[in-house]
């Protein structure tokens, strides 16, 4: 049997269908430069006359002619010679023609030949999601990617003792700090009093270096799923500013501490508005985070 490495596709309106985008092309004439400009993808824009309606999705000029690109538009009827404009950005030019031209753009997927069921994914940002053999290409803080060695400014452990003189341990109630060493760790402990607390914070500030990312990793176990009346942070802060991990009863969060002004301000964002991954589905994201299991948590700020 002949190998076939294409599909025939039968006339318009009988035939397979094919996934594709559809947009509009529309010369317009006496345009507003700076109007155009400043409008951004998405802005809805209005013909004066016949009342349609579209979304900007962007423009070119070539030759001198200028084109606007459109999508989700009521009509691709118009009246030539009439005014295009948006709500916020005033007059953008006026319709060089009397229809709006429909382009469509077929949807492709790339596979490898080899393995049709490789597919090259889009996240749900609309960016192409890249890996690599051993995971992510690691980014710092402004966005560059970094492929050497980092340099260590501080390293926290406590392989042998919990090294008092480098710390300020504060606790209240029933609130302890103790070292484990078999587990070459630190056990923060206490009960569900109100006021009972465990504390411990570094006697040196890290300042920030203008123009260099700083990045803080921690390894943290909670001892459970989380407990009413109990609220665990970990991070880089003190009680004016900073940024931690906030497991408050249940309920986990990314906090950002300001004292500008002098006056101390938080802001929550809970995990599931984490802007990437929230960890909160096994199906769509890279994995569940158990705050009970021992994770790597990082920090990295400009």
């Known amino acids: ?3 076939e490495e294409f599909v025939q596709i039968p006339a318009d309106g009988t035939g397979k269908r094919i996934r594709h985008s559809v947009a509009g092309d529309l010369e317009i004439t006496n345009i507003t430069a700076t109007n155009i400009a400043a409008i951004a993808f998405g802005d809805v824009i209005t013909f004066s006359t016949s009342g349609v309606t579209a979304r900007f999705s962007g423009s070119n000029t070539l030759h001198g002619v200028t084109t606007l690109t459109v999508y989700d538009f009521s009509s691709t009827t118009i009246v030539s010679g009439e005014t295009v404009t948006n709500s916020d950005h005033g007059d953008l030019g ?18 490898d030949p080899d393995s049709p069921s490789h597919k090259q994914k889009i996240d749900k940002d609309g960016s192409i999601f890249t890996r690599f053999t051993e995971g992510k290409l690691p980014f710092d803080a402004f966005g560059h990617a970094q492929y050497s060695q980092q340099t260590v400014i501080d390293s926290h452990t406590f392989l042998y003792n919990d090294f008092p003189l480098k710390y300020w341990d504060n606790t209240a109630g029933g609130g302890t700090v103790a070292p484990d060493l078999p587990n070459s760790s630190l056990l923060f402990s206490n009960g569900t009093a109100s006021g009972d607390l465990s504390q411990r914070t570094t006697n040196q500030y890290y300042p920030y270096e203008a123009g260099i990312g700083t990045e803080f990793l921690f390894s943290l176990a909670v001892g459970d799923q989380g407990k009413a009346n109990v609220r665990r942070r970990w991070g880089v802060f003190d009680d004016d500013d900073g940024i931690f991990f906030e497991l408050d ?54």
């Open 1 to 3: 049997m002949a190998h």
């Open 94 to 111: 006026e319709a060089a023609g009397s229809e709006i031209t429909k382009k469509f753009t077929p949807s492709i997927t790339l596979t």
């Open 249 to 302: 009863g249940t309920t986990m969060c990314v906090v950002l501490r300001n004292s500008t002004g002098g006056v101390v301000s938080e802001e929550r964002v809970e995990e599931i508005n984490w802007n990437l991954d929230p960890l909160l589905n096994a199906d769509t994201d890279s994995f569940v985070l158990d705050v009970s299991k021992a994770n790597l948590y990082f920090i990295d700020y400009q």
